[in-house]
């Protein structure tokens, strides 16, 4: 792997695309780069954050879990992409415990590194504060599904998202158990609500799939509880 390589891999990720090649190699002279099979934990929550996660190859998932055993997924989160830079700003721990959910090369950039980027580089404080901004919208709308919602439409705001990044044909993380984990439901009410959007015309479920068969009436139906 060239030096070349590894600056352009580094500004591929959205947080340090406006960053000119000397800072790229600072953090690349300051950082160093893992790799970690699928399954692999890379950081646990409530872990002191000393470095900030940057994804170049793969996928992570964030996730939750509880002391009896309940799991909570926060997110599937593709390369390249920086995670959990809130941990960094609260210096709180990280936020999730992250897990490879495929084989993953990733960098570890010194969260001071991150902190210094925010004070001296107005486009990365832009981008810091734009992401925190539509993460709290994003929480806010899943507090409203989550109180008013049932669960056929939580289900479908989730293929709507889901299907924005990967088209129609929309992968499940883990399966039904992995969609019911990533929007807070049992197994058996993602099926039930599946089975509702099928009879409805809206999706196919296909093994480890779901097909999205008419995006613009799903759409409508996630909007459901949100007006």
Same mark, same amino acid.
């Given at each position: ?9 580094? =500004? /591929?990720?959205? #947080?340090?695309?406006? $960053?000119? @090649? +000397?800072?790229?190699?600072?953090? *690349?002279?300051?950082? &160093? ?66 897990? =490879? /959910?495929?084989? #993953?090369?990733?960098? $570890?950039? @010194? +969260?001071?590194?991150?902190?210094? *980027?925010?004070?001296? &580089? ?74 509702? $959007? ?11 799939? &779901? ?17």
């Amino acid at each position: 792997m060239t030096a070349a390589t590894d600056l352009a891999r580094l =500004a /591929a990720v959205p #947080v340090f695309a406006e $960053l000119g @090649p +000397a800072r790229l190699r600072r953090l *690349l002279d300051r950082s &160093v780069v893992r790799t970690a099979p699928a399954g692999a934990v890379l950081a646990v929550r409530g872990q002191p954050a000393a470095h900030v996660i940057v994804v170049e190859a793969g996928t992570l998932t964030g996730v939750h879990e509880t002391a009896d055993g309940r799991r909570l997924r926060l997110g599937e989160f593709r390369a390249p992409c920086a995670v959990d830079k809130s941990a960094v700003l609260d210096s709180g721990g990280y936020t999730a415990t992250w897990v =490879a /959910a495929t084989r #993953v090369r990733y960098r $570890l950039v @010194p +969260a001071g590194e991150l902190l210094r *980027l925010i004070d001296d &580089v107005p486009a990365v404080r832009r981008h810091v504060l734009g992401h925190l901004a539509g993460r709290l919208r994003e929480r806010q709308r899943d507090l409203v599904r989550t109180s008013f919602s049932d669960a056929g439409t939580r289900v479908a705001a989730w293929l709507v998202t889901a299907a924005a990044r990967t088209g129609r044909r929309v992968p499940l993380p883990g399966a039904q158990q992995g969609l019911a984990e990533s929007i807070g439901m049992t197994r058996v009410s993602v099926n039930r609500a599946l089975r509702a $959007l099928t009879d409805e015309g809206l999706v196919q479920v296909e093994p480890g799939i &779901v097909v999205v068969l008419a995006p613009e009436l799903l759409a409508a139906r996630a909007a459901d509880g949100l007006s």
